[in-house]
């Protein structure tokens, strides 16, 4: 019985002609040959081998300024918008020609990353000549041989770790200002796989992300619409405080302060720049009149240039260990141009010094100002907590979650805000306008752009005034708390809710109910969506009945609500008796995390590069917000000085059973409690040197003896009156 084999040609894509069949050999096969053509089409090389760059040089600067023609034509202030149209592109093109020809694109091979970067031509001569020996002893078995073989070995290896270290030198050296950077590297040198850079290109395409960013917030805005009730509180009958004085115009800038910005801001470049920020920054001298005079016409005029107005949306995964594959999981960040980031900064100091002359600024508003961060929220919420709880008072904490806050933002309702609430008229409210109506984005991946797509809504995340709109946008939420009763806390979109009652007087915390449900009501009328799903609630006080039924009836936006153990408040971990024992025991996991990564590298770093990774791992983590921990129990302390002893042994390869104290006394560190006394002593001094917020000053009284003494003018501050059982065995307030 004979058998039949059938050979077939699956042509998939491909184009195929011709095909032919050959018969058979008997001398070679008894099977058939199959012939035929296919059609492939010639592509250009792979972007992961070729890629498109500029080779800029220090010569560079010398033909760029030499290529520049004379620029009187951009020195006169444009009277139209029209023309500061003109001006701007035709300023844009100009750059862009001359840095085509000084430094054109060219078509490069990327050479892949090598596995031994730190390798060179020495490390290759020594490691040659040690190999040569080898083979000389191997074949002649003879003893000079031999000891010339570990002789060269040992030279080999020695120039081999110097090299490493001097290229991990330079490496961390350049980036040491570059976290994601160093993290990253960290990551890849340990072979771990916990890394920010995430590869989307075989996921999603630019369009898709665009279409995913637009139709979230249409679906967002349209949710909003369907909740808003039929008879919706407008923004117009809000109660505005009228500003005693009118903010019209802005005011010009002279070339110095323009150096200043230009020299100040960080080199970030956009790909819509005309060239890079890097090379503008030492051209600046020959190119800073026409710069000057552009951003003084936009001041004048009330308009924006509208290159100034198109943004590249970067999809930012929100962290690393989310699905990269799902669109849900990223977040689109605005990359602007970066002389309208420069606009930007001109416009912001000048609206901001603006607010605080006249105490526009919400006061329990912490976001994006000066002298105010995260660490001064968390203290004042604290102080106000730990103070309750030693009378003897429950508090509840709730902790209000938005969604898309920045980009679902109404244009008209924010500049109605700006002209009622805050004052702002004139060729400013104009320049305002300009500045929200008619901008575009378009998303970039892996050098491929999507369609373009006008902003209909909110402010561009990564810009300059974004944040600074967007608080000015949320003013009057302010007022709607206080009408409650309610105490709060905001940090940007971040706001926190906390009131405290007596255990057998619970029904006071229905006022944070009626306050919930009239912010959630002002949030739809302007177009915020409050996302219930994701708010948290957390119970401060003792263990008790009133607790327990507290916790059994608690309803919030109309849903039954549990609480939690713990909440993660701006960073820190909040649990229900404020002992931070779980923020500490978080802080200890991933402090000792990084210290592990840090010790495989400990052999090929150089003491200050090994301490810079420390520092920016670890001891970045032991202070952030570590006033919090003022009064806490030593042993929380002594877990985080644990941490600390171990970094330094890590460091200075002390060995386990030596003494510490010497140690950190040579490396000049402070010991946990006192980088923690350190820390209340600087926002203390800060606090009464008018360097802290209003909510920090206020809390600070100064001792006024009754009667005239030699101690009433040496500064000494009162004392507050406490008891002993506090919550989380604290026996003071922070500041008080």
Same mark, same amino acid.
């Given at each position: 019985?004979?058998?039949?084999?059938?050979?077939?040609?699956?042509?998939?894509?491909?184009?195929?002609?011709?095909?032919?069949?050959?018969?058979?050999?008997?001398?070679?096969?008894?099977? !058939? =040959?199959?012939?035929?053509?296919?059609?492939?089409? *010639?592509?250009?090389? %792979? +972007? #992961?081998?070729?890629?498109?760059?500029?080779?800029?040089?220090?010569?560079?600067?010398?033909?760029?300024?030499?290529?520049?023609?004379?620029?009187?034509?951009?020195?006169?202030?444009?009277?139209?918008?029209?023309?500061?149209?003109?001006?701007?592109?035709?300023?844009?093109?100009?750059?862009?020609?001359?840095?085509?020809?000084?430094?054109?694109?060219?078509?490069?091979?990327?050479?892949?990353?090598?596995?031994?970067?730190?390798?060179?031509?020495?490390?290759?001569?020594?490691?040659?000549?040690?190999?040569?020996?080898?083979?000389?002893?191997?074949?002649?078995?003879?003893?000079?041989?031999?000891?010339?073989?570990?002789?060269?070995?040992?030279?080999?290896?020695?120039?081999?770790?110097?090299?490493?270290?001097?290229?991990?030198?330079?490496?961390?050296?350049?980036?040491?200002?570059?976290?994601? !950077? =160093?993290?990253?590297?960290?990551?890849?040198?340990? *072979?771990?796989?916990? %890394? +920010? #850079?995430?590869?989307?290109?075989?996921?999603?395409?630019?369009?898709?992300?665009?279409?995913?960013?637009?139709?979230?917030?249409?679906?967002?805005?349209?949710?909003?619409?369907?909740?808003?009730?039929?008879?919706?509180?407008?923004?117009?009958?809000?109660?505005?405080?009228?500003?005693?004085?009118?903010?019209?115009?802005?005011s010009t800038i002279g070339e110095e302060e323009l150096y200043k910005l230009v020299k100040s801001s960080k080199p970030t470049t956009c790909m819509l720049d005309p060239i890079p920020s890097k090379l503008l920054k030492e051209v600046l001298p020959e190119v800073i009149d026409p710069l000057l005079t552009i951003i003084n016409s936009s001041l004048l005029l009330g308009y924006v240039p509208k290159s100034f107005k198109l943004a590249v949306i970067k999809p930012l995964i929100k962290k690393p260990q989310l699905d990269p594959k799902e669109l849900v999981n990223y977040r689109p960040i605005s990359n602007l141009p970066f002389l309208s980031k420069i606009l930007e900064k001109v416009v912001s100091s000048q609206l901001y010094s603006f607010l605080e002359k006249n105490g526009i600024c919400e006061d329990f508003q912490s976001g994006f100002r000066p002298y105010h961060s995260t660490e001064t929220a968390l203290l004042r919420v604290t102080n106000d907590l730990l103070l309750s709880s030693d009378r003897g008072c429950i508090s509840l904490l709730v902790l209000l979650d938005l969604s898309a806050a920045f980009d679902t933002i109404d244009h008209t309702i924010l500049l109605h805000r700006l002209e009622h609430f805050v004052g702002i008229n004139g060729s400013a409210l104009a320049w305002f306008k300009s500045y929200l109506y008619d901008r575009h984005q378009f998303v970039a991946v892996n050098e491929e752009v999507s369609y373009r797509s006008q902003v209909q809504y909110g402010v561009p995340q990564g810009s300059v005034l974004g944040p600074l709109l967007f608080t000015l946008y949320m003013l009057p939420l302010g007022d709607i708390i206080r009408k409650h009763g309610v105490s709060f806390h905001c940090y940007a979109d971040d706001t926190q809710l906390y009131i405290s009652s007596r255990p057998g007087e619970t029904y006071q915390f229905e006022k944070l109910t009626e306050c919930i449900v009239d912010i959630k009501n002002w949030m739809t009328s302007n177009f915020l969506l409050l996302n219930s799903e994701k708010t948290e609630v957390l119970i401060i006080g003792p263990k008790s009945s009133a607790c327990n039924d507290l916790e059994r009836c608690l309803s919030l936006d109309g849903c039954s609500v549990n609480s939690s153990s713990s909440v993660r408040n701006l960073g820190v971990l909040f649990d229900s008796n404020l002992s931070l024992e779980s923020h500490v025991s978080s802080i200890c996991k991933t402090a000792f995390f990084h210290l592990k990564n840090i010790s495989k590298l400990r052999p090929m770093l150089s003491m200050s590069n090994a301490e810079m990774l420390i520092h920016a791992f670890m001891t970045s983590?032991?202070?952030?917000?570590?006033?919090?921990?003022?009064?806490?129990?030593?042993?929380?302390?002594?877990?985080?000085?644990?941490?600390?002893?171990?970094?330094?042994?890590?460091?200075?390869?002390?060995?386990?059973?030596?003494?510490?104290?010497?140690?950190?006394?040579?490396?000049?560190?402070?010991?946990?409690?006192?980088?923690?006394?350190?820390?209340?002593?600087?926002?203390?001094?800060?606090?009464?040197?008018?360097?802290?917020?209003?909510?920090?000053?206020?809390?600070?009284?100064?001792?006024?003896?009754?009667?005239?003494?030699?101690?009433?003018?040496?500064?000494?501050?009162?004392?507050?009156?406490?008891?002993?059982?506090?919550?989380?065995?604290?026996?003071?307030?922070?500041?008080?």
């Open positions: 019985m004979s058998s039949i084999a059938l050979y077939l040609i699956l042509p998939h894509g491909i184009d195929v002609d011709g095909v032919e069949i050959m018969q058979p050999s008997d001398d070679i096969s008894d099977h !058939y =040959l199959v012939l035929c053509k296919l059609h492939i089409a *010639k592509t250009v090389n %792979s +972007t #992961s081998c070729y890629k498109y760059g500029r080779t800029i040089t220090s010569t560079t600067k010398v033909c760029f300024v030499s290529n520049l023609p004379d620029v009187s034509q951009f020195l006169s202030i444009s009277k139209t918008s029209e023309q500061l149209d003109d001006v701007t592109e035709t300023m844009d093109s100009l750059f862009s020609s001359i840095l085509n020809t000084v430094a054109p694109l060219r078509l490069r091979k990327v050479k892949e990353n090598s596995l031994t970067p730190w390798c060179n031509e020495h490390t290759r001569t020594l490691k040659r000549a040690a190999r040569k020996m080898e083979r000389s002893w191997r074949k002649t078995k003879l003893e000079v041989f031999r000891i010339a073989w570990r002789e060269s070995n040992l030279s080999y290896r020695k120039a081999l770790k110097t090299a490493k270290s001097d290229y991990f030198s330079s490496l961390l050296e350049e980036n040491k200002h570059n976290p994601r !950077y =160093l993290f990253n590297t960290v990551a890849k040198l340990t *072979k771990n796989k916990a %890394s +920010t #850079s995430v590869d989307i290109s075989q996921h999603h395409s630019s369009n898709d992300f665009m279409n995913y960013f637009t139709s979230k917030v249409d679906t967002i805005r349209d949710k909003i619409v369907t909740m808003q009730p039929s008879a919706t509180v407008s923004h117009q009958t809000v109660h505005y405080r009228s500003p005693e004085e009118q903010f019209h115009s802005f983590r032991l202070d952030y917000c570590n006033a919090l921990l003022g009064g806490c129990s030593a042993r929380l302390v002594n877990k985080l000085q644990l941490v600390q002893n171990a970094a330094a042994r890590v460091l200075t390869r002390t060995r386990k059973y030596d003494h510490i104290s010497p140690v950190l006394s040579t490396l000049h560190w402070l010991p946990i409690k006192h980088r923690i006394d350190f820390k209340i002593l600087l926002i203390t001094y800060k606090a009464l040197n008018g360097l802290a917020p209003q909510y920090l000053n206020e809390l600070l009284l100064h001792y006024s003896p009754p009667h005239p003494l030699c101690s009433q003018n040496s500064g000494n501050l009162i004392i507050p009156r406490i008891s002993k059982s506090t919550a989380g065995g604290r026996s003071f307030s922070y500041l008080n």
